[in-house]
């Protein structure tokens, strides 16, 4: 099967879908990889690195002719594939519900999308799992960020020359990337505490030895929440988590947040007015800037500053980690491909109802098939 790893063209995306550790990996199971030239440059691999793991580098025509499988990081549009194999598959985070022109140009092409974002969060998926592996590097990122923007010391420092206190740091939402960030906070001597809707995180903050923050007395979302997600709250809850959180942001010097609901725009869990009480100098991180945003005031891509505080509207901090990104990703892909690979065909092949293809899958035999998407 001849696989193709294209170098990617979305503005901004520094990320490679492949390494020269799944490339060797891809090639024991039978495959032939074609490398685009230059694809790894952002992510410090050089074309020679690529060749020497035992890919074919070549310009991208050369790439794409006859390709079976083509692996990208953002998907590339479906005239930019010329050349594929009849009904080739592509795989990449697609961006599905933002890019709807785009997944119907790959039905139309017959291509058969596979959108990694949707992978399922089930278990046997978790080596798979994109969305993970990039959220925790964001959870990391945004947390240095803050740090370079913050005009003090996150530790506590006992000097001659006299004591600096420790900064206060406060997570909200505490998934995959708000974990990171804890702990990376706590790494960086910060005192940290965090919150979350869903009540199965309180123990995770506080084996993280960070403090919880939570709304008592309302119910929030019990447990884990549909499929691991949190859903929306009630007013009832909205309410009260905006009074606690009120008293205590205007305590904190550094607040990341990450919450984050499905399908639906991003939760606004501080106001303006709630920033005004925050110390001048304080910095914010709005993880969920694409999405809408946690913030008021937050600018997607932008650094702004209101009342004194920097609020940093974080879009896609994977990205500034490439090589790590790339990595990652890349590992993912392979664990899905090699998960359906069927050593006498010599390629994956993807049953229409596994629980991980009905996940992924948005188009194939010139129709898009996904019932998410639909
Ligand atoms: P996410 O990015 O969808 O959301 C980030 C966090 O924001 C979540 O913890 C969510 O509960 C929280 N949130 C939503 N609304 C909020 C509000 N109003 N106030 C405060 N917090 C709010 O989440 P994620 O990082 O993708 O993780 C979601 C879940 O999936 C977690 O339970 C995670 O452990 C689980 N997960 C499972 C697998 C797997 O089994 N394969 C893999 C990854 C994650």
Redesign the pocket.
């Known amino acids: 099967m001849k696989v193709a790893v294209l170098a990617e063209t979305a503005p901004g995306e520094t990320r490679v879908a492949a390494i020269p550790e799944t490339v060797k990996k891809l090639s024991a199971l039978g495959a032939s990889v074609f490398v685009e030239e230059g694809a790894g440059r952002q992510a410090g691999i050089s074309d020679q690195d690529f060749s020497s793991a035992g890919a074919t580098v070549a310009p991208r025509a050369e790439v794409l002719d006859g390709a079976e499988l083509v692996l990208s990081v953002s998907g590339p549009d479906a005239d930019a594939l010329g050349g594929v194999a009849p009904g080739a598959v592509l795989v990449g985070i697609l961006d599905p519900f933002r890019r709807r022109e785009a997944v119907s140009a790959y039905g139309s092409a017959g291509l058969e999308a596979l959108a990694m974002e949707w992978?399922?969060?089930?278990?046997?998926?978790?080596s798979?799992?994109v969305?993970?592996s990039q959220?925790n590097l964001a959870g990391y990122k945004a947390v240095i960020d803050a740090a370079a923007a913050y005009g003090r010391a996150f530790p506590m420092m006992m000097t001659a020359a006299g004591t600096v206190s420790p900064a206060r740091a406060f997570i909200?939402?505490?998934?995959?990337?708000?974990?990171q960030a804890i702990a990376t906070a706590r790494r960086l001597g910060a005192q940290v505490s965090a919150?979350?809707?869903?009540s199965?995180?309180r123990e995770?903050i506080q084996s993280l030895g960070a403090k919880p923050i939570f709304v008592e007395g309302v119910a929030?979302?019990e447990g884990?929440?549909q499929?691991?997600?949190?859903?929306?709250?009630s007013e009832e809850?909205?309410k009260a988590?905006a009074e606690l959180v009120s008293t205590h942001l205007a305590k904190q010097d550094i607040v990341i947040?990450?919450?984050?609901?499905?399908g639906k725009p991003?939760?606004r869990?501080i106001s303006d007015a709630q920033v005004a009480t925050m110390r001048p100098g304080s910095v914010i991180v709005d993880?969920?800037a694409d999405a809408g945003g946690?913030v008021e005031g937050c600018v997607a891509g932008e650094n702004v500053e209101r009342h004194g505080v920097t609020i940093i509207g974080a879009t896609n901090l994977a990205r500034s980690l490439p090589a790590d990104s790339s990595a990652l990703y890349a590992r993912n892909l392979f664990n899905f491909l090699s998960a359906f690979w069927d050593k006498e065909a010599g390629r994956p092949v993807f049953p229409d109802e596994d629980e991980i293809v009905k996940g992924v899958r948005l188009t194939k035999g010139g129709t898009v098939v996904s019932e998410r998407f639909a």
Request: hydrophobic letters at 40%; aromatic letters at 4%.
């Open positions: 992978m399922p969060r089930i278990t046997r998926a978790q798979m799992d969305l993970s959220s909200m939402g505490v998934g995959v990337a708000g974990l919150t979350d809707v869903r199965a995180t995770q929030g979302i884990e929440g499929g691991g997600y949190a859903g929306e709250t809850y909205r988590q947040t990450t919450a984050l609901i499905p991003a939760p869990l993880l969920a946690n």
